[in-house]
T-cell receptor
Framework: SQQGEEDPQALSIQEGENATMNCSYK?????LQWYRQNSGRGLVHLIL?????REKHSGRLRVTLDTSKKSSSLLITASRAADTASYFC??????????FGAGTRLTVKP | EPEVTQTPSHQVTQMGQEVILRCVPI?????FYWYRQILGQKVEFLVS????????KSEIFDDQFSVERPDGSNFTLKIRSTKLEDSAMYFC????????????FGQGTRLTVV
């Protein structure tokens, strides 16, 4: 299926540590996006990486994409308690149906 | 900052009733989406809409569902003959272009079917 699948399902770390979440998908994509969702609220876009890009940075976020392995990772450096949320990857194959995975629930303990 | 707005925030309906979930996308966006999320589970794609017609729909989006853009600002999802398993958060999203740009999500409508 086109949609991404994140792992781990849940991740608990201490404030200041780095958090790494992974996403795998099965079909060819045009781009991959990462979104964040605070409990019970809408999704907020974090970063988009195109299929011809390998790495992208935005503030404390670093995203990598390996199209040969059909996988992506999201690294949050120097995590804060406010980073506690669910993180989703979403894949787009160019047919206007961006698909999400089940998400990684990140808990950052103060 | 422009945002996608959804109404109502919470809707309770009797099983078998019809519901209409409303969304006002960002005004200069051309692509519109509905997703649903059963509590604590994955975000599931329902349908995308462009140029006044459905461009893609998932296997979930069967004859029970329909979408409409009745005027220049609203985008609605109608669910006919609701079932208990339709209980979920329903999110509307909009984007300027298809795929290669971010989608902006509303805060969702929590639908509870009793």
């Amino acid at each position: 299926s086109q949609q991404g699948e994140e792992d781990p399902q849940a991740l608990s770390i201490q404030e200041g540590e780095n958090a790494t979440m992974n996403c795998s998908y099965k079909t060819s994509i045009n781009n991959l996006q990462w979104y964040r969702q605070n409990s019970g609220r809408g999704l907020v876009h974090l970063i988009l990486i195109r299929s011809n890009e390998r790495e992208k940075h935005s503030g404390r976020l670093r995203v990598t994409l390996d199209t040969s392995k059909k996988s992506s990772s999201l690294l949050i450096t120097a995590s804060r308690a406010a980073d506690t949320a669910s993180y989703f990857c979403a894949t787009d194959a160019g047919n206007n149906d961006m698909r999400f995975g089940a998400g990684t629930r990140l808990t950052v303990k103060p | 900052e422009p945002e996608v707005t959804q109404t109502p925030s919470h809707q309770v309906t009797q099983m078998g009733q019809e519901v209409i979930l409303r969304c006002v996308p960002i005004s200069n966006h051309l692509y519109f989406y509905w997703y649903r999320q059963i509590l604590g589970q994955k975000v599931e794609f329902l349908v995308s809409f462009y140029n006044n017609e459905i461009s893609e729909k998932s296997e979930i989006f069967d004859d029970q569902f329909s979408v409409e853009r009745p005027d220049g600002s609203n985008f609605t999802l109608k669910i006919r003959s609701t079932k208990l398993e339709d209980s979920a958060m329903y999110f509307c999203a909009s984007g300027k272009r298809s795929g290669d740009t971010e989608a902006f999500f509303g805060q969702g409508t929590r639908l509870t079917v009793v």
